[in-house]
């Protein structure tokens, strides 16, 4: 099993919400810095949020308020709350921790990560 499992994906209408879930496993969770990026169909990857480990978080400017990142220590997770979900939302979400340990490939770059989950896809219909 990989050290992070996203959960949470689906379908829903524009407009309407999805809470994503990663859980970790197997490292210290809350000494991590932890993520999300997402690949739309056929686009690059790309950062959606970023939560550290001293609680400092940031978001893409795309989110625009409707996005929360939050992590939960003493479960080992780290949701992703998104509202007024709209269809260019749409796109395998990643749960990730920022780090130079390894190297993660995500439409067709790659990145400095720690480790990586397999993605949970979110779908936003008209």
């Known amino acids: 099993e990989p050290p992070l499992v996203e959960t949470g994906g689906g379908s829903v209408q524009a407009g309407g919400s999805l809470t994503l879930s990663c859980k970790g496993s197997r490292f210290v969770f809350s000494d991590a810095d932890l993520a999300w990026y997402r690949q739309a169909p056929g686009k690059d990857c790309k950062f959606v949020a970023r939560i550290n480990s001293d609680g400092n978080f940031w978001y893409n400017s795309f989110v625009r308020g409707r996005f929360t990142i939050s992590r939960d220590n003493a479960k080992h997770t780290v949701d992703l709350q998104m509202s007024s979900l709209e269809v260019e939302d749409t796109g395998r979400y990643f749960c990730?921790?920022?780090?130079?340990?390894?190297?993660?490939?995500?439409?067709?770059?790659?990145?400095?990560?720690?480790?990586w989950g397999e993605g949970t896809i979110v779908t936003v219909e008209p």
């Open positions: 990730v921790s920022p780090g130079f340990d390894d190297s993660w490939h995500c439409g067709g770059e790659w990145f400095g990560m720690n480790r």
